[in-house]
């Protein structure tokens, strides 16, 4: 029950990472939109166009910049997490390999005749 419930949570980590991202990008298309307005405005007139380009472009580079950053944050909390479960499997893989070992030692020595330990298996 205890992995169901990590994956659980894991994949609600993951869903709240994916909907920050979505709604960020729904932010920069709407913004992108009224941009768009804003430039199909500035065309009608020649003089004004030049002088919109610029602070639409100094504007979409800061939109762009905030994007990429909060994109760069989703990342690094996903390699986080990769990073805990690797750590996690080989903890898991150790305490494996030292449950197998002490089996095959049980059946060797005793010849089977020792059963194997429950109690042994859950305070590893």
Same mark, same amino acid.
């Not at 305490?95 to 030292?98: A, D, E, G, H, I």
């Given at each position: 029950?205890?992995?169901?419930?990590?994956k659980?949570l894991?994949?609600?980590e993951?869903?709240g990472v994916?909907?920050?991202?979505v709604?960020?990008?729904?932010e920069h298309?709407?913004?992108l939109?009224?941009?768009?307005?804003?430039l =199909? $405005?500035?065309?009608k &007139?020649?003089?004004?166009? +030049?002088?919109a380009?610029r602070?639409? %472009?100094?504007a979409?580079? @800061?939109k762009?910049f905030?994007l =990429? $950053?909060?994109?760069? &944050?989703?990342?690094d909390k +996903?390699t986080?997490?990769?990073?805990? %479960?690797?750590?996690?499997v @080989?903890?898991?893989?150790k305490?494996?390999?030292?449950l197998v070992?002490h089996?095959?030692?049980?059946?060797?020595f005793?010849?089977?005749a020792k059963?194997f330990?429950w109690?042994g298996f859950?305070?590893?």
């Open positions: 029950m205890d992995n169901k419930h990590k659980v894991e994949l609600f993951k869903l994916a909907e920050d991202q709604f960020a990008l729904k298309v709407i913004s939109e009224t941009e768009v307005t804003k =199909e $405005e500035a065309t &007139d020649p003089k004004t166009r +030049e002088s380009l602070k639409n %472009l100094v979409a580079r @800061k762009t905030d =990429e $950053e909060s994109s760069r &944050d989703a990342l +996903e986080v997490v990769a990073n805990g %479960l690797r750590d996690q @080989k903890v898991l893989k305490k494996v390999t030292t070992f089996v095959l030692l049980d059946v060797t005793y010849n089977g059963s330990r109690k859950l305070d590893t």
